[in-house]
């Protein structure tokens, strides 16, 4: 992953961040964009289940929106949606298709006001269910998703926003065998990294959670944090000193 890794040079950035359990897919995004624990935002189902709503409280798009800034989402699954009210969405894109697709197609039609972009990859968590995790087939999807990421890099180049835009890449989940959602270690470390503005580029002494991303993108936003947020700016991550951390959820 060449993109990713000339990213970090640059990045404030761990590989030993932490996700919440259960440890799938609608559960993770909804603590990593909520902010909160599960037991706060009530999501306990992992299909796309329109009957069940949304995900409960305030999340970082309901923030953003609240403030007039321009949301925009583009996921590669579709029960994503129900991870925030579609109110709180100016542009919402489901594409079921492959990460280089997803790229493409955000591309084609790039936002051109946006202040919160989400972009979802999928295939490499379908690689690993397919083939099992770090195995040849789902390397080769990363390298992909790598791709579709040096893409979208590119077009922020070329249009001269990069400088000004907070970049963050992390993950919703890990994997062992076919299989994630359990307590394991291998479930339950992700990545993550956050490059742009004011980024400080080093690896984190601080111990991040999920739903510090959330909050940390709030922070970059001048939004103002819930204070039923579980999740807290990684402030060192800016230069600053660390005022708290959150802990994982139980």
């Given amino acids: 992953?060449?993109?990713?890794?000339?990213?970090?040079?640059?990045?404030?950035?761990?590989?030993?961040?932490?996700?919440?359990?259960?440890?799938?897919?609608?559960?993770?995004?909804?603590?990593?964009?909520?902010?909160?624990?599960?037991?706060?935002?009530?999501?306990?189902?992992?299909?796309?289940?329109?009957?069940?709503?949304?995900?409960?409280?305030?999340?970082?798009?309901?923030?953003a929106h609240a403030a007039g800034l321009q949301t925009v989402m583009y996921v590669g699954k579709e029960k994503l949606i129900q991870l925030t009210e579609p109110s709180s969405v100016d542009i919402y894109r489901f594409i079921n298709d492959r990460d280089l697709v997803i790229a493409d197609r955000l591309i084609a039609d790039f936002p051109q006001d946006f202040n919160l972009l989400f972009v979802h990859f999928p295939l490499v968590d379908g690689m690993g269910h397919r083939y099992g995790w770090m195995s040849p087939q789902q390397l080769n999807v990363a390298y992909r998703a790598d791709e579709a990421l040096g893409m979208i890099l590119a077009e922020l180049d070329a249009r001269g926003i990069r400088d000004e835009t907070l970049i963050m890449v992390t993950a919703d989940h890990g994997g062992h065998d076919t299989l994630h959602g359990s307590r394991l270690r291998e479930d339950m470390t992700i990545p993550w990294i956050a490059s742009g503005p004011g980024i400080q580029p080093k690896v984190l002494t601080t111990q991040v959670n999920t739903m510090d991303t959330a909050a940390t993108a709030a922070f970059a936003l001048g939004l103002s944090i819930p204070p039923e947020w579980d999740g807290v700016p990684i402030y060192e991550a800016f230069g600053l000193p660390v005022e708290r951390q959150s802990a994982p959820c139980e």
């Fill in 1 to 63: 992953m060449p993109n990713l890794l000339g990213l970090m040079q640059t990045s404030a950035r761990t590989l030993n961040a932490k996700t919440v359990y259960p440890s799938v897919t609608l559960i993770a995004h909804a603590s990593m964009l909520g902010g909160v624990c599960p037991s706060k935002h009530g999501v306990d189902w992992n299909d796309y289940l329109p009957e069940k709503g949304y995900a409960l409280g305030t999340d970082l798009f309901d923030l």
